[in-house]
């Protein structure tokens, strides 16, 4: 699965099912009705395990007539990010600390005075939930848009807020891991192999199976890349994107039958990668997170490679070291994963990865930028976990407690 932060060990979630109501013929023959049944069974029903074949073919997705256009705007000097993107000292906060001005802006001064120059926020999380209102035209069919939505003003005040106080906004953005979209736009997202016309879930719906856009799709890379070509405009200093992969299992899924379709799981995840790149611009570099297995070139089947290799500006691998083992082998080495030992276990991780890095061609070598732990540690073991990411070669961190609270004065130090 994708790279997956938890909000105290849970993941953000809604079960928002999409009633599913199939018009019949009136005197069907039984035949009909039978090859019904059997179909709706096995999209309520999916096989646990996903098959290491190549995805199959289905039907073709093609862009819609209203296709949004690629801007021919470029961003003006202003909105350049204040640092290079490679030394990124970041941290998280939740949506909903973004409303409150006063809380906020002294976050803000705090944190430049500890050394941040970054703050990472959700605009677009992996249920599909927007929390700005776009004014892109496939948003607006998806409409689904959280309660208390930024407007797209709102949003450049914020941008402009966050940089007067001496940081850079990055928002984040979950491409094909959005339930929402999937279930409004047919042509941008994962079939059922019975009927195109029918939503693929990778679970059963009321189990909390979710639909999930095709990554294959020229229409589902575009719902994304404009998104975030609109937060270039109202000012981001960079596009971080998360949920890039596949899902964990695809039975019965469709992926069209495009000549996408003929790539590799890694060469599509690349080619979307580069393409956001590409319309994007150099002054709006893109971020990738995913997993810390992937990075280190273990459980990388949703990927298809290790997503280091898929060329972004700069790789944010999830070190979420109290979700893993006591004792993590990381290469030749054997670490105690401890709260006391944080520094040691984190210098070896980031440096095994940023070892995969060194070996690539230069001009695809992305800086490392790891999400670290902020939660369920002390101020000073989260301190410890900063120093060892710089020692094991990092460009730089982004610090991640669902709750968005950190000890400044500590970590800055």
């Not at 790891?370 to 610090?399: E, H, N, R, S």
Request: glycine residues 6%; contains cysteine; hydrophobic residues 40%.
């Amino acid at each position: 699965m994708g790279m997956k932060l938890h909000r105290n060990r849970r993941v953000f979630r809604s079960r928002n099912l999409l009633p599913r109501i199939l018009a019949w013929v009136v005197g069907a023959a039984a035949i009909i009705a039978l090859g019904f049944f059997g179909a709706k069974y096995f999209t309520e029903h999916p096989v646990d395990t996903a098959p290491d074949s190549a995805p199959s073919e289905s039907v073709t997705n093609s862009l819609p007539a209203d296709t949004t256009p690629e801007s021919d705007d470029t961003p003006s000097v202003d909105d350049i990010p204040l640092v290079p993107v490679g030394t990124v000292q970041a941290f998280y906060l939740p949506h909903s600390a973004l409303g409150n001005a006063d809380t906020l802006n002294t976050t803000l001064t705090d944190a430049v005075l500890a050394g941040f120059n970054s703050v990472v926020f959700d605009l677009k999380d992996e249920n599909g939930t927007l929390y700005f209102r776009s004014d892109t035209t496939r948003t607006q069919q998806v409409n689904s848009f959280a309660a208390d939505a930024l407007s797209v003003a709102e949003v450049k005040a914020l941008f402009t807020t966050i940089r007067e106080a001496g940081l850079q906004p990055i928002p984040r953005l979950y491409t094909f891991k959005d339930n929402a979209a999937a279930r409004v736009l047919a042509g941008a997202r994962i079939a059922h192999q019975s009927d195109p016309s029918w939503v693929w879930y990778d679970a059963d719906p009321a189990n909390g199976g979710k639909a999930w856009l095709n990554p294959y799709a020229d229409e589902a890379h575009l719902y994304v890349i404009d998104l975030a070509k609109e937060l270039r405009d109202a000012g981001a200093a960079a596009i971080l994107l998360d949920g890039v992969q596949f899902p964990a299992q695809t039975s019965s899924a469709s992926f069209g039958s495009s000549a996408n379709v003929n790539l590799g799981r890694d060469e599509i995840l690349t080619a979307f990668i580069e393409k956001a790149r590409t319309l994007l611009g150099n002054t709006c570099p893109v971020m990738l997170c995913c997993t810390a297995n992937s990075a280190l070139g273990t459980n990388t089947v949703v990927y298809g490679n290790n997503p280091l290799t898929f060329a972004p500006t700069a790789a944010a691998p999830a070190l979420l070291t109290g979700e893993m083992k006591s004792t993590i082998t990381v290469g030749t080495e054997t670490v105690q994963n401890t709260p006391d030992n944080l520094k040691a276990t984190v210098q070896a991780l980031v440096n095994q990865m940023a070892l995969r890095i060194k070996v690539m061609t230069a001009d695809q070598q992305p800086t490392l930028t790891p999400w670290l732990q902020a939660y369920d540690y002390t101020p000073t073991q989260i301190k410890d976990a900063m120093d060892g990411c710089v020692a094991g070669g990092a460009d730089g961190f982004i610090l991640y407690n669902p709750q968005g609270s950190y000890d400044f004065a500590t970590l800055g130090e």
